[in-house]
T-cell receptor, first 118, second 112 residues
Framework: AQSVTQPDIHITVSEGASLELRCNYS??????LFWYVQSPGQGLQLLLK??????LVQGIKGFEAEFKRSQSSFNLRKPSVHWSDAAEYFC????????????????FGQGTILTVHP | EADIYQTPRYLVIGTGKKITLECSQT?????MYWYQQDPGMELHLIHY???????EKGDLSSESTVSRIRTEHFPLTLESARPSHTSQYLC???????????FGQGTRLTVV
């Protein structure tokens, strides 16, 4: 079964500093990859996704992520963090079932809580 | 902005009560999902639906049940709530495979 690992449970950065959140997945082929953000008491909002093509994908709010097949990674980055970026970030994968189609099920990592210091 | 709504947002209820968590979406999505999220933990899929009259259990065993009588509505029911059911429940929908899921704001359930 596929799995997603986010090694950092909690990260603290200063406002204006750069950010990288790590995500590794375990799956035999390339899954579809997503990053979601969850603010306290809220649902999940999609930041970006990777299905195929260019391995560097741009998302909303100035985030980007790079897919590295050799490392089975999909790390999220932002060059300059804003205080409003404080939230919990989830990496997720979607894999096709044995029939080659996907019913859209997402497997999530444990999440990384981002704290931003002024 | 996604149009998927969950009610109630917060619910505190006594042990043994029957509860229904509501989820509705106005996007016409065929696929809908329920995820359970404990504090500090990842989300786990507990139910999903391909469309009307289709429901399946997810990866995480759950005592809850779901129904899908209308495309836009996917309620989750607990016949007899227990403290172990205390969690956050997130509903989501997607238009099909290979697309992102849109999430509701969640229902935080506390069973006392």
């Amino acid at each position: 079964a596929q799995s997603v690992t986010q090694p950092d449970i909690h990260i603290t950065v200063s406002e204006g500093a750069s950010l990288e959140l790590r995500c590794n997945y375990s799956y035999g082929a390339t899954p579809y990859l997503f990053w979601y953000v969850q603010s306290p008491g809220q649902g999940l909002q999609l930041l970006l996704k990777y299905f195929s093509g260019d391995t560097l994908v741009q998302g909303i709010k100035g985030f980007e992520a790079e897919f590295k097949r050799s490392q089975s990674s999909f790390n999220l980055r932002k060059p300059s963090v804003h205080w409003s970026d404080a939230a919990e970030y989830f990496c997720a994968v979607q894999v096709p079932n044995a029939g080659g189609t996907s019913y859209g099920k997402l497997t999530f990592g444990q999440g990384t809580i981002l704290t931003v210091h002024p | 902005e996604a149009d998927i709504y969950q009610t109630p947002r917060y619910l505190v209820i006594g042990t043994g009560k029957k509860i229904t968590l509501e989820c509705s979406q106005t996007m016409g999505h065929d696929k809908m999902y329920w995820y359970q999220q404990d504090p500090g933990m990842e989300l786990h899929l507990i139910h999903y639906s391909y469309g009307v009259n289709s429901t399946e259990k997810g990866d995480l065993s759950s005592e809850s049940t779901v129904s899908r009588i209308r495309t836009e509505h996917f309620p989750l029911t607990l016949e007899s709530a227990r403290p172990s059911h205390t969690s956050q429940y997130l509903c989501a929908s997607s238009v099909g495979p290979y697309t992102e899921a849109f999430f509701g704001q969640g229902t935080r359930l506390t069973v006392v």
